[in-house]
């Protein structure tokens, strides 16, 4: 009878220590929650229709942000760029030309002209005053009216041409009109802005990886033809990531934003942290208009937790189990 107290006492301490080791300590229960990597995901595709000349990357490259992904062909689009700037420079010239004024030659030309005009203004009319002296002497009889007549027009002909030249000089002594200079700067903006048009369709023929990441798919080569639908790559970014996980209602009570946990994946022999960033406040499945206890416990509610994943070992899909402390809340 002593020896069968004596086991039972040992079995009832052992029973009793078992108990004591695995049972939770109060305050501090640990919630195992299993989900899978998740990771953003962008379609790379140029913004123009143009042949494509060159894919400098493969499935599985790791890329950096600003790196060259692809080009296009970018011949045509060099050429109406050259054309721009020399249009432009034709037009910066005739800005400067204009904003220079008349040059002194051009003045003295001017001159020169109303000179002339001035002189063969009064050949012609000291010919009318012969002609008008003659016919006074002689009764009409020395000269004829018609030669009257149109030595009189020669000199009202040349009259005219002369307020022509005096008023061209007077244009050129004043230089180009405000108007003029202020339309010749408006359309050399028109140009400088179809030129930066230009140049940005010239950038565009270069593909950049926007940030950091690795390529999934490599889905266009050298001569397809590129256009704004047809992705050229597709890039996995390497940030961020996070474990997308689901909570029930129960557990929604004891779970906060900003929460640290810890994360564990299948084949690598370490635990990841991780920050719950986001926790969903509408439950995943649509409830019952009728709802019991148990049936409003099955509600779930999605989890995002952010991890840091500085070496790149975590994968799109890969499953992970993410442990909670739920410190009595």
Avoid: C
């Amino acid at each position: 009878m002593n020896k069968k107290l004596a086991v039972l006492i040992v079995v009832a301490v052992a029973a009793a220590a078992s108990v004591y080791t695995f049972w939770p300590e109060r305050g501090a229960e640990q919630t195992k929650l299993f989900g899978n990597v998740d990771i953003r995901q962008v379609s790379l595709s140029f913004t123009q229709s143009e042949r494509v000349t060159a894919v400098n990357v493969e499935e599985g490259d790791v890329v950096k942000a600003g790196q060259i992904i692809a080009r296009l062909d970018d011949t045509v689009a060099n050429l109406e760029l050259a054309q721009a700037n020399a249009q432009i420079a034709a037009q910066e010239a005739l800005v400067a030309k204009l904003q220079a004024g008349s040059r002194p030659q051009e003045i003295a030309q001017a001159k020169a002209v109303v000179a002339q005009q001035q002189a063969n203004v009064d050949i012609a009319s000291a010919r009318l005053k012969r002609l008008q002296s003659v016919d006074s002497k002689t009764q009409g009889k020395g000269v004829s009216q018609q030669d009257i007549d149109e030595a009189r027009d020669q000199v009202v002909a040349l009259q005219a041409a002369l307020a022509q030249a005096k008023a061209s000089l007077a244009l050129v002594e004043e230089g180009p009109r405000k108007e003029d200079i202020d339309q010749a700067r408006a359309q050399l903006q028109v140009l400088a802005s179809q030129r930066a048009l230009l140049a940005e369709q010239v950038s565009r023929t270069v593909l950049l990886a926007p940030s950091d990441g690795e390529v999934r798919a490599r889905l266009m080569e050298p001569g397809d033809l590129a256009t704004p639908q047809r992705p050229v790559i597709t890039l996995a970014l390497t940030s961020p990531k996070w474990i997308r996980v689901y909570i029930n209602e129960t557990q929604l009570a004891t779970t906060r934003v900003g929460e640290a946990v810890d994360v564990h994946v299948d084949g690598l022999n370490k635990t990841i942290k991780g920050t719950i960033s986001f926790i969903s406040s509408v439950a995943e499945f649509t409830p019952k208009n009728v709802q019991t206890e148990d049936l409003r416990t099955s509600l779930v509610y999605e989890v995002r937790v952010r991890v840091d994943d500085a070496d790149n070992t975590l994968k799109l899909g890969m499953p992970a189990t993410v442990m909670l402390v739920n410190n009595g809340r």
